[in-house]
């Protein structure tokens, strides 16, 4: 049996949806590709992880991008529009620059020196 997208959207719990979706307000805000970012759930109030993962319509990121970050989490109770706040650890990592060869003190940088 094969499942489209929507289809494996709707197996997977809410707090997975929620998850995704705030990956994806964090690629929105930040979108640097040299930036690998891990979600965990720190804090969820109860009645979101109830929910059907199709009623989580949106996730916004609140404020700057910390260790322990707020997320505002928009979704449908019985048909009506509602929100609530999840508190998110989130863990970065940055791809840096480095060196390809030794230099010497002094010595100019040129890009091809440089690896990604």
């Known amino acids: 049996m094969v499942l489209n997208p929507a289809e494996m959207m709707s197996l997977a ?12 307000a964090i690629e ?6 040299d930036m690998r970012v891990t979600l965990s759930t720190r804090w969820m109030p109860g009645s979101l ?5 199709d009623n ?11 260790k ?16 609530a706040e999840v508190q998110l650890q ?3 990592e940055v791809n840096i620059p480095t060196l390809t ?3 010497q003190r002094g010595e ?3 890009e091809s020196d440089l690896t990604k």
């Open 56 to 66: 989580i319509t949106s996730v916004q990121l609140v404020g700057a991008l910390k």
């Open 13 to 24: 719990n809410a707090e997975d949806v929620i998850l995704q979706k705030a990956a994806s």
């Open 68 to 83: 322990y970050t707020r997320f505002q989490v928009s979704y449908l109770d019985a048909g009506w529009p509602e929100k």
């Open 28 to 33: 929105q805000n930040y979108g640097d590709e």
């Open 90 to 92: 989130v863990e970065m």
């Open 108 to 110: 100019k940088l040129q």
């Open 49 to 53: 992880r109830e929910l059907s993962s």
């Open 101 to 103: 060869q030794r230099k």
